[in-house]
């Protein structure tokens, strides 16, 4: 082996080690655990609500086209919105507000649906 060949190999496996070294930092403090795992359940629940939202337009009695085309145009103030709130609130303030919102979106949702008798659907016109 190279001598140009063994420097490779020595700097990406230092490399590897500093990476291991930042991911396990993010689990030895138990401060930072704590906040990781927070910020990690937070990342997936609303990647799956989202997602969810998104894939389950099948179930629509509308055209699917038109759903798709409302919920990107719907996208566009939102990113406005969210600009607006995060400097002018702060990220955590915001943050907290719209997950609030979310959930309490998402139980009335869930609970309308579980309403619904067997065989009705929503229309949207």
Known sequence: MSEKEHV???SLRSLVVAVVRKVLLLFITPEVRRKACIVFFLWGASSM??????????????NLYIYTFLCG????????LLWFASTTLGRKKTL???YL?????????????????????????
């Open 49 to 62: 609500v989202y997602y969810g939202v998104s894939l389950n337009s099948y179930n629509l009695s509308t």
């Open 96 to 98: 907290v507000c719209l």
């Open 8 to 10: 490779e190999i020595r």
């Open 101 to 125: 919102t979310c959930s309490i979106s998402i139980s009335v949702l869930t609970a309308l649906i579980m309403l619904l008798e067997e065989g009705q659907c929503w229309y949207l016109y």
């Open 73 to 80: 145009l719907l996208e566009l103030p939102t990113y406005l």
